[in-house]
């Protein structure tokens, strides 16, 4: 991390993926510099990783967002599985902070914060909903 800070690279705006070795001082670096963690439960555990820090992430004011990666490395990419898992891993984190970590979280971590991730003036109404029997245009 701090070659990264050193080249400029660590901002806002930039979104470090997994951060599963971090180093004593990388979590006030990244906190300062404003960088959002992405944390991928699926991923996490298709790799056998040991558990994810979340709770020393948040600790250090650390924004954590929830991502899926990708096919190559999780089961799913369903970010409905992927709060079910982070929930699973961490009985503490709230149903709350779960969505936030998956919609207002992530567009930050995306520089999309306030167009996406948040029902408000000005963002994009980017809703899905399931289209089984009785949902949807005709249901």
């Known amino acids: 991390?701090?070659?990264l800070d050193a080249a400029?690279?660590?901002?806002g705006g930039l979104s470090l993926v997994h951060a599963n070795h971090p180093a004593e001082d990388d979590r006030s670096?990244?906190?300062w510099r404003g960088v959002v963690v992405v944390h991928c439960p699926g991923a996490h555990?298709?790799?056998?990783r040991e558990p994810f820090?979340?709770?020393a992430w948040t600790r250090a004011g650390v924004g954590v967002a929830l991502g899926t990666d990708s096919s190559a490395g999780n089961a799913d990419l369903d970010m409905g599985r992927e709060v079910a898992l982070l929930r699973s891993g961490h009985p503490g984190v709230?149903?709350?902070?779960?969505?936030?970590?998956?919609?207002?979280?992530?567009?930050?971590a995306l520089g999309l914060e306030g167009k996406v991730g948040e029902l408000c003036v000005g963002a994009h109404a980017d809703l899905v909903r399931g289209w089984g029997e009785g949902v949807g245009p005709r249901g």
Not at 8 to 11: D, E, T, V
Not at 45 to 48: G, H, L
Not at 94 to 108: H, I, Y
């Open 1 to 3: 991390m701090a070659r």
């Open 8 to 11: 400029g690279l660590l901002r």
């Open 29 to 31: 670096l990244l906190r």
């Open 45 to 48: 555990a298709w790799f056998d």
């Open 53 to 55: 820090s979340l709770g």
């Open 94 to 108: 709230s149903p709350a902070e779960a969505f936030e970590m998956a919609t207002r979280t992530g567009a930050r």
